[in-house]
């Protein structure tokens, strides 16, 4: 019998926040600065993809994707939705990072499922999916200003304090420590044949299994494996 295990991209960790120079050290993209450093402890870079309406970079070895979409926050489930349907992602595996301005500052806090809460960027996603899905997220705290006449919008794209800017390399060591604890959950199929049968079907009538194993593999990658 010849068997072909086949491991399979099975996570996908979403940073969120708003695409632009002029947000980059806003607090609204807390989730950027963790997918960033995640994808610099997996040493892997991203890379624009129009077709996931964000940027993208795979793990393969870590059988993760990490995402930042480019849509701005309000339209952040157009980019969730595609890259699940592009990796084949199931809800249950997807874990998102974003920030949160009813958390204290610096605290983090994982849920495994739950409501927006408020949140445009978590509210877009979840209306991508049926009602009740369960998606884990990963909220950084930012706390909320001391003025109770600033608005939240003002403050959420607001840029770091500097005593804020000096305490977030820790904090976001810390959100891409939690966030890294979920990528354990490798899913394999396995795919077996008799090598009479896996002649037959390549259309071999001497049996060579080196070449069928091969393209078993390529059957597996197709099925998405």
């Known amino acids: ?92 595996d997807v874990l998102v990072v974003l920030d949160d301005a009813d958390i204290a500052f610096a605290e983090l806090r994982f849920r495994t499922s739950g409501s927006a809460a408020g949140h445009n960027g978590m509210k877009s996603i979840l209306e991508q999916f ?17 003025n109770p006449e600033m608005p939240l919008d003002a403050w959420v794209l607001a840029k770091w304090t500097k005593e804020e800017a000096a305490a977030l390399p820790d904090i976001v060591s810390k959100a891409a420590d939690r966030a890294r604890m979920s990528l354990p959950r490798w899913k394999r199929r396995h795919w077996t044949m008799s090598p009479i049968r896996s002649a037959a079907r ?3 009538l001497q049996i060579r299994p080196a070449r069928i194993a091969g393209r078993l593999r390529r059957v597996c990658a197709a099925r998405g494996g």
């Not at 600065?33 to 393969?60: C, H, M, Y």
């Not at 157009?78 to 990796?87: D, F, L, M, P, S």
């Not at 899905?133 to 001391?146: M, N, P, Y």
């Open 1 to 92: 019998m010849l068997q072909v295990t086949c491991y399979m991209l099975m996570k996908l960790i979403v940073g969120l926040g708003n695409p632009g120079n002029e947000y980059a050290k806003t607090r609204h993209n807390a989730g950027f600065l963790v997918i960033d450093e995640l994808a610099n402890r997996l040493a892997i870079s991203f890379s624009t993809k129009k077709a996931l309406k964000g940027e993208v970079a795979e793990a393969a070895h870590e059988h993760v994707v990490l995402l930042k979409p480019g849509t701005f926050m309000n339209l952040s489930g157009e980019a969730v939705k595609a890259a699940t349907t592009k990796y084949r992602v199931e809800p249950k």
């Open 130 to 146: 049926p009602a009740d899905t369960a998606i884990a997220r990963l909220k950084v705290g930012i706390g909320r200003s001391s």
């Open 202 to 204: 390549f259309g071999r």
